[in-house]
Every structure is written in C-alpha cells, then in structure tokens.
C-alpha cells in the first residue's frame, strides 16, 4: 500500500461525529402519507383552514407527479409510504423561555456545540433550533422584537401572523413548483419564519439549526423569509443527523422574498449524515431553495458549504426580477466514499441591468460523483445584465467524478454572460513545492483545498467560517489520489 | 382511401420500403427501421433536443404523405459548373441525396482512394460493408442516424489506402425542391494506417419548395491517419437539415472538422468523435453567423476513452436580428483515459434585441489526472474598441465588419483550401454589407 493510498485509508475511515441519537419521548404520526396524515399534521400545529387547503392542494398535485431522473445522482427508489411524515419532542406546554426547555433537547444542542444558553449570552446570535421538523426553541427573541423582527417557528407565525405567512407563502417557491416542494408544502411540519421591517438593519446573525433524530423519520421544514424595504439580515443553517443504516430524506424549502433595496445574505453549513464508507445509509437532501429580488437595488447572496448528505439535489436560485438587483451564489461542495452530489444555481435575469456571480467548488474523492447544474437566463427585458460563473472541480483518487452541466440561455443583446469551468487535480509539483519547504503532505493538501475554496469561505460569516474550514479538513486531509 | 392516421415516421418508412425492398443491406436496414419507429423524432422533452423543437419544425413544414421521389433537373453540366476551379482534386457529386458516379470528376488513382456507391460495393462485399455501416451510429441512438440507415441508397464509400497523401475531394450536393422533398445522403470514409485525406462539403438547390436533408457522414481513422472535414452550410430560408458526423480514431489518429453555418431555416449538426486510442488529437471548429430566422444547434460529443488524448474545440457565433443559435459541448472522460488534454470554448456575439443564444458546455470527468477546461461568453462588441475606431474615422459598418470579421477569424484560418477559405471570408463580409 502507498502512501497515498495509507493516507486514503485513514482518512475515509473517520467517523462521522454528529452520529449520536438521543431518546427522548416523540410524539409521533403513523408512517405513510395520505390526506388523513395531512389534517394530522395540521391538527396538532392548530393550524387556521386556509393552510389546511392548500396542503391537501399541495399533496393532490404531488400524487399527480412523479420523480424527477434528470439530477446525475443514483439512488434507490423512496418507499414513501415507510417514512414517518410528523415527528416531535414531546413537550408538555410551549416553553416560554430557554430555561422551561426540556433539559435533555438542550444538552443535545450543547453537543452539537450550539449551546443555546452560551449563543445567548456569549455570541449573540439568534437561533432557531429544529428537531425531527419541530421547532424547539428560539433566543434572543425579545431583543429582537423590539426593532420589530420577527424570528420564530413557522407553526407560532402561523399563529400569530397569518396575514404575513398567507401573504408570502408559496410566493417564491409555489406548492406545485417541483416534486419534492410539493411533498413538503402537503406534510411540512415546522421550520422558521423571518420577517425584517422597513429599514431595520438585523443586528445580529439569525441561524436555524436542523436535526434529525428519531429512526425513519422525514425531515420537512420549511423556511419563510420576508425582507421590507431597505432592510438587511444574514440568515445562518447547520444541519446534523445520527447515523443510521436506512436512508433518511431531508425535502426542505427555503423562500425568501427581498423588497426594495433590501439584502439577504443566506449561509448554510450542511453536515447531514453522508453514509458509512461503504454508501450505506445517510440522508437524501432532495431541498428548493430559492429568494426573489422583488424590488429594485435588492440583493440575495447565497453561501452553502456541502459536506454531508449521501445525496444531495439542490439548487438555491435567484430571481432577478427588481431593476438593478443582484443574485450571488457560492459554494463548495465535497464528496467523499459513495456521496453523490449534484448541486449548483439558477440565476434567471428579468429586471434591467441586473447583475448575477456564481462561484461554483466542487472536491471530489473516493467513489463520489460530484456535478454542477446550472442555469443563467437572461430574458429579453433584461438589458445589460451580466453575469459571471465560475466552477471549478478537484479531484482526488481516480474513482471519482467530476461534471458540469451549465446552462446559458441570453435572448438580450445588451447582456454579458461569461463562464468558465475547470478540472484538475492537486498537483504533484504543488506537493512537491510544499513537501520541499518542510510542509508534509498532509498539510499541504489542507492548504492547497484551502486555498481552493478560500473565495467561498471567505464569503462566510465568521462564526460559520471556522465550522467550515474545520469540516473541510476532516473531511479531505491526505486524500491524495 | 387509406386509414390517415398513421403518424409521420411510420410515412417516412413506408415512403421508402417499396424503394428498398430488392437491397443487399435489408437485414441492417429493418433493424434500423424498427429502432426508429420506436424511438420516433425526438419530441421537445428530450434533453439532446431541449432547445429545437425539431420534431414540431419537421411536421409543420413537411407533409410526408405527399413526399414524391423529386426528378432531377440538374444536368451534368449545371453541375460541374458549379465545382472548385481547382483540377488536382476530385469532385463528388450527390443529386438528391444519391451519390452520381457518372457526373463526378475523379482524378485520384484507385490505388490511392476508392471511390465507391455503396450499394455498387455492397453487392460483391456485403460482409465488409456490414462491419462499418451504422457501426458508429448503432448505441447513439439517434432518430435520425437510424432514419437515414433505414432510408438511405446510393451511398459513398470513400476508403483511403494506407500510406497515402491524398487529392482534396470536394463534395457537392444538388438537390431539387420544386416540391417538398427529403434527402438522405451518406457517406463511409475509412482513412488506413497513415493516410491523409481532406474532405471539402457544400449544398445547391433548384426549386422553392422546403427541402430536408438528413445526412450521415461515418468516419473510421485507423492509426497515424489524419482526416480533414469541412462542411460549408449556405443554403436558403427553405432548407431544413440534420447532419450527423460519427468518428472514431485509432491510436495516433487526427481529425479535424470545420464546420461554417449560415443561411439556414434550422440545422442541427450533430458531431459524434471518440478517442479510441492513445493519442488522439481531435480539432473541431465551428462558425456560425446568422440573421433572419435561422435556426442552427451545433451538438458535440467528445468521447476520452484511452490515456494521453488531446481534444480542442471552439465554436464561435455571431447572431443577429431574429436568429436563434443552440450550442451543446459535452466532452466525455472515461476512468481509463488518464493525462487527458480537453478544451472547449463557445464564444457568441449577439447583435439584436430578437436574437437568441443557448449554450451548454458540458464536463463529465471520471479520470483525474486530467486537464479539461470549458469556457463560454456571451455579449456583445466592446464600446471602447468601438468608439476607438470611429474616432479614428472608420465608418460604422467597416468598424463592425472589421471586429466581427477578427472575432471569426480565429476559426476561419483554420480552413487549409484557399479557395474555401475565401469563399467563407466573402460571406462573412456579404452579410456585413461591406
């Protein structure tokens, strides 16, 4: 065995951390899914008649569809009928603040390393953590509410904001936009709901926190977020799940909604369990993701760094649809063993001089396929719209893939479109410069992927970037193919 | 009266069954036929087609129930007036879609190049022919590859001898559209170990009427061989044409194709080359410069299959008024085909509001120790470069005309004939209006 290959071998032989699951009593929905399980769900959310209809909407139109085969990832067929559509910590009354909070869901986010208490006090930023699609708690609240933010559970603004989520829910992303926005619009459960006044700056970073934990269990949430006019937020996501042999799906969908002058920044940090080394188990991240750019000057930037998941079909996209508007989206997306990865954007250009910059990383290693899938429309109004992408693939190991697939379609002169794609591997003349100056190899592939992303981890926030970059390391030091 | 309602492809095949039935070639002919029917053209959902709805184009301007077999009205002499002024060369003459040995003018030696009808060939060595036709087009599963299989007669059959430096060979299609008609043009070129062999390729037409062609071009380039392809597609807002381009290349092997688009209803060329040896070099080229309504999609496929190959490809366009303009790369490296070189570039300049440019360069990498690189732009000409040149007093159509004509350039030099190559230069500054 080389070194290469000693190096492959312990690397791909570490554990994935966040494999744990914890018991705490759920209160449960038979498996399966059908209209019953639907006013169930709605049921136990109390949910007001109109929300109730558009599911039942939402789940008629998906039993009129059928799964999409186009993303370059194979997997075996989703026994939808054997996953457990509602699953919650059974907790006796809505806990009013941190400390009415069941001790036990607490020290599980405190081994996530997100203590609650700690975020509230030390860090001072808000989250929203999410178990098995339940909304367990929110900090920072009141702080929050007194700029007139609204950050809580989609189930309490349901509650206590109907007219905001009747306004803008399905807007971006409607019930029938795709097969799995449509499952999750009938059966989604919980997720966080976002909404920024008028001119308000966010002084603080929002973040959710996703955690599967109960055995086939589906992980449906939705998140909802409004930007009014001149106003600003960065929205931060991380998400674990135990390990488990079966396949677990994750079908989530993001909205956001940026008015006039408005910024979004939305970061993601997806840790899901990507399966043991030989491909079995791990989660099927099948997410829409999508914000519009309803006003003019207003700006979404979209920031993912994918490591987990043992597939994952997702494409966060912009509408540009205000006058001068800009979409940004970055990512690095790693594959290791048998992660299949097809992921990229859809930047679609309709207002004028509208800008849109795709910065696409891909890092591929031992059996894992790893595409970008892309779209750049510029439609015929859109005069001089630009926009630039850019993917780049690394691979490591020769059973690996790396693909593209852009999409470029202008129907406007006036527009700029530029792209361009690469695939390598780490040099050996790199390693070598490196080898050659005291760096050992290991560390020189750290700093060479490093290096590789950098553009894309530096679009992070802070608390994020560190999470990252440590996750990077874990999940490709030595990997040298 | 017969039933009427049978779809399209099923009176495509009949059109042609009673012309067939006494051939050589019906074993690999309803083979083909039975394909297609099942396949049938390719319908707006299907990804290789996403952007030419070449189905509904095909059964909105065409009547396949009325499709007669056209009478030429082309005389030998018409033709081979139309020919190259260049005597050291060999000029193929296609007469709807049929290759004429007896209006052709052949100068190469039969111990250099055989220059063949297929079915001619076909009758004394069916075995032979079988190995190489539809050999490359047979997993591509492409309608019209199989249509034109099933359909097809009189083929050419361009076979170069081993070792040998070949006359250029022009080949020239007539065709004849007094009422809407269909060709089905093939030809089979085999290039032996270390032979050189430059293909020159270029449509008339007598009529009005719509005409399709659906030609198949089959290239086999054993070891050390080297084949030159130049398509020159300049035909009227009537012509409607899929042309298919299938090679394979044995180790050492080079083949470079050229492919200029310009007056056109739609074309769709689909480019087919795989790397079957150690290496390879694969040059592709393409131009395409289009006003009015034209539609043109340019679909390649290039396929890394051994270790050490090198592919280079670049297409270029300039697009105008209401011209839609569909390009498609998709370069293709398998685990075995280490040390791969690809590149790919897809550059367009679009100078109407109606205009409409779709492009798709694709990766799929499986090796990687490999080089591959893809780029594409999309825009428009630079205002500063401009606004330099008219300041220097340059008026605006030669302003535009001198940068369109250096954007082209780069793939218009590429073309080896002069007398192409000029033709090509006149007709880039021809629509310039210079």
Known sequence: ?481 | MEVVDRNTEEFLINHYSRLLETDPLNGLRSAARESFLKLGFPAKKQEAYKYTPIKRVIEKNFDFAELSVPVTSWTKEACQQKFYANSEANHLVFINGLYNQEFSVIKSPSSDLVIETIDNRSYENVADLKKYLGALTKDKQDAFALLNLATFSQGLFLHSLKNKDNLPTYIYHFNDAASSAISTPRVLTLVETGSRLRVYEKTFRNGEANHLTNSIVEADVKSNGELRWTKLQNQTMADYAIEGFYGIQERDSRIYTNTFSFKTALTRNNLYLSLDGENCETHMHGLYHLNQTSHVDNYTSVDHTEPNSFSNELYKGIVDEKAHAVFNGKIYVRPQAQKTNAFQSNNNIILSDDAKVNTKPQLEIWADDVKCSHGCTTGQLDEEAIFYLRSRGISKTNTKALMLNAFAAETVQEVQDDLIREEVENLILNKLGV
Not at chain 1, 344 to 363: D, F, L, P, Q, Y
């Open chain 1, 1 to 481: 065995m080389s070194k290469d290959d000693q190096i492959l071998e312990e690397f791909t032989s570490k554990e994935y951390e966040h494999g744990w699951s914890v018991d705490f009593e759920a209160d449960e929905a038979p498996l399966g899914i059908n209209e019953d399980i639907i006013r169930f769900i709605s049921a136990k959310k109390e949910e007001p008649e109109w929300l109730l209809e558009w599911r039942l909407k939402a789940y008629k139109r998906w039993t009129e569809m059928t799964e999409p085969t186009w993303p370059n990832v194979k997997y075996p067929a989703i026994d939808y009928q054997g996953i457990r559509y509602y699953s919650a910590p059974k907790q006796k009354k809505k806990p009013k603040n941190l400390d009415e909070v069941d001790p036990e869901l607490l020290k599980t986010f405190e081994r996530l390393g997100i203590s609650l208490q700690e975020q509230k006090r030390l860090t001072g930023v808000a989250v929203d953590a999410v178990i098995d699609s339940v909304s367990v708690a929110t900090t920072f609240k009141e702080t929050l509410s007194e700029l007139g933010i609204i950050f809580c559970s989609f189930s309490e603004a349901v509650q206590e904001h109907p007219e905001l989520v009747k306004k803008y829910l399905g807007s971006v992303v409607p019930y029938n936009d795709n097969y799995f926005a449509a499952l999750n619009s009938a059966v989604f459960s919980d997720g966080s709901f976002c909404y920024i006044p008028k001119g308000v700056r966010c002084p603080m970073e929002l973040s959710t926190y996703f955690r599967i934990n109960a055995a086939n269990t589906g992980q449906f949430e939705r998140t909802l977020i409004v930007a009014e006019d001149s106003s600003y937020v960065s929205y931060l996501e991380g998400c674990t799940a135990p390990q488990r042999d079966e396949n677990q799906l994750h079908a989530a969908v993001v909205e956001i909604f940026a008015a006039k002058d408005a910024e979004v920044k939305y970061s993601t940090v997806q840790n899901w369990y990507p399966g043991d080394k030989n491909g079995k188990g791990g989660i099927y991240n099948f997410v829409t993701k999508r914000g519009i750019c309803d006003g003019e000057n207003s700006k979404i930037s979209w920031t993912q760094v994918e490591t987990g998941s043992a597939v994952t079909w997702k494409y966060p996209s912009c509408i540009l649809k205000g006058d001068n508007s800009s979409g940004e989206f970055y990512s690095v997306a790693v594959t290791n063993n048998y992660q299949q990865a097809d992921t990229g954007t859809k930047m679609i250009h309709i207002g004028k001089n509208t800008k849109s910059r795709i910065v696409s990383k891909g890092i591929s290693a031992g059996k894992s396929q790893n595409s970008y899938r892309g779209q750049v429309h510029i439609l015929k109004r859109a005069e001089n719209a630009r926009n630039f992408s850019q993917c780049d693939s690394l691979l490591m190991g020769d059973k690996c893939g790396a693909h593209t697939f852009p999409y470029i379609d202008v129907e406007n002169n006036s527009a700029q479109v530029e792209h361009e794609a690469t695939t390598s591997k780490i040099g050996e003349d790199q390693i070598f410069y490196c080898q050659q100056r005291g760096i050992d190899e290991e560390s020189a592939v750290a700093l060479i992927v490093n290096g590789f992303a950098k553009e894309v981890m530096n679009k992070l926030p802070m608390e994020f970037a560190v999470e990252a970059q440590k996750l990077l390391a874990l999940t490709l030091e030595g990997s040298v193919g």
